[in-house]
């Protein structure tokens, strides 16, 4: 039987799998990273990063990871902590460059 509303997509060379029901969890909203300082000296100034204020419906299993983007260098990313419960990282180093954090 074809699940209801979606008569039309064999008709366009669609085929409907009904799985079971699952639950989306959307992505945390609202919230900020916080730097120790502006500025610095690469590879020589350390750093403090602190995610702050970020909702989610289910904030007992939220994680956090922070990763690095070179803006002179779009697409260049590297990750500067791996997802944990800690919302913070402390005492990083900048390479060479000009960096975004998220």
Known sequence: AMEAGFEWAPTVGLEVVVGPPFAVDGPPVMGIVEL?????????????????GWIDE??????YH????????PG????LKAPSR??????????????RIT
């Not at 289910?58 to 994680?63: A, G, N």
């Not at 260049?76 to 990750?79: A, D, G, N, T």
């Not at 800690?86 to 960096?99: I, R």
Request: charged residues 20%.
């Open 76 to 79: 260049q990313v590297r990750l």
């Open 86 to 99: 800690s919302p913070e990282v402390l005492d990083f180093a900048l390479p060479a460059g000009t960096w």
């Open 36 to 52: 120790s300082q502006a500025e610095g000296i690469a590879t020589r100034t350390k750093f403090r990063a602190v995610q702050r």
């Open 58 to 63: 289910h904030r007992e299993s939220l994680q």
């Open 66 to 73: 922070f990763n690095l983007h070179n803006v002179d260098s």
